[in-house]
């Protein structure tokens, strides 16, 4: 039997090419946001600076600067700055 260290099992995979819906929460952007959702079906604003988002894992908060996802399905969540230019470029 031949042990292979760890790894050495594990497939590589790209992610798909897919063009998300994204937009920047600055802290006072409610109506750009508001837009974005179309109303506050999925998302309250809790004050100047937070929105509780609720997502397909549940409730998640984004902060000023964090960009605001809708996915594939139609779905909403939050991604961090850093994450998202390394994740995405513009279309």
Not at 2 to 13: D, H, L, P, Q, T
Not at 25 to 32: A, H, I, K, L, R
Request: charged share 25%; aromatic share 14%; hydrophobic share 40%.
């Amino acid at each position: 039997m031949v042990r292979r260290g760890a790894g050495e099992n594990m497939a590589k995979f790209r992610k798909k090419p897919v063009v998300i819906d994204a937009v920047q929460w600055d802290g006072t952007n409610v109506s750009e946001i508001r837009e974005f959702f179309g109303g506050f079906t999925e998302w309250v604003p809790l004050n100047s600076e937070f929105l509780l988002i609720k997502t397909l894992e549940g409730e998640h908060t984004a902060n000023p600067q964090d960009w605001i996802i809708k996915g594939v399905k139609g779905e909403f969540y939050p991604c961090k700055p850093d994450i998202f230019a390394a994740t995405y470029d513009p279309a």
